[in-house]
Nanobody, 130 residues
Framework: QVQLVESGGGLVEAGGSLRLSCAASGRTFSTYRMGWFRQAPGKEREFVAAISRSGGSTYYTEAVKGRFTIARDNAKNTVYLQIDSLKPEDTAVYYC???????????????????????WGQGTQVTVSS
């Protein structure tokens, strides 16, 4: 298991940007695929993006393509989510998660299943005002 701690959320006006960070404990961070999910009030947790162990492959849900960028720094045990052109509908608690599942990355990304992830952070709130 890896321990995850998110940061970087906040209140921002529509059209603004935020960069979320997720710091992982332990020396095995590079062995995990990482993902970001979000959960708005009254809604189910939604897959947002995933990144491969090396960082060479990424996958995004259609709703965020072109506005969200996932990246990782294995030397710093950190995964990031850059969010640009924020919209009020992006308001949610954002969670990072780690996965050790071994299936083709394209399948992993398309599934975007919370069940594929074994470790979760506590979440960071992003609120976008209109």
């Amino acid at each position: 298991q890896v321990q995850l701690v998110e940061s970087g959320g906040g209140l921002v006006e529509a059209g603004g940007s935020l960069r979320l960070s997720c710091a992982a404990s332990g020396r095995t961070f590079s062995t995990y695929r990482m993902g970001w999910f979000r959960q708005a009030p009254g809604k189910e947790r939604e897959f947002v993006a995933a990144i491969s162990r090396s960082g060479g492959s990424t996958y995004y849900t259609e709703a965020v393509k072109g506005r969200f960028t996932i990246a990782r720094d294995n030397a710093k045990n950190t995964v990031y989510l850059q969010i640009d052109s924020l919209k009020p509908e992006d308001t949610a608690v954002y969670y990072c998660a780690a996965s050790s599942i071994k299936i083709p990355f394209i399948v992993f990304g398309r599934r975007g299943s919370p069940g594929d992830f074994g470790s979760w952070g506590q979440g960071t709130q992003v609120t976008v005002s209109s």
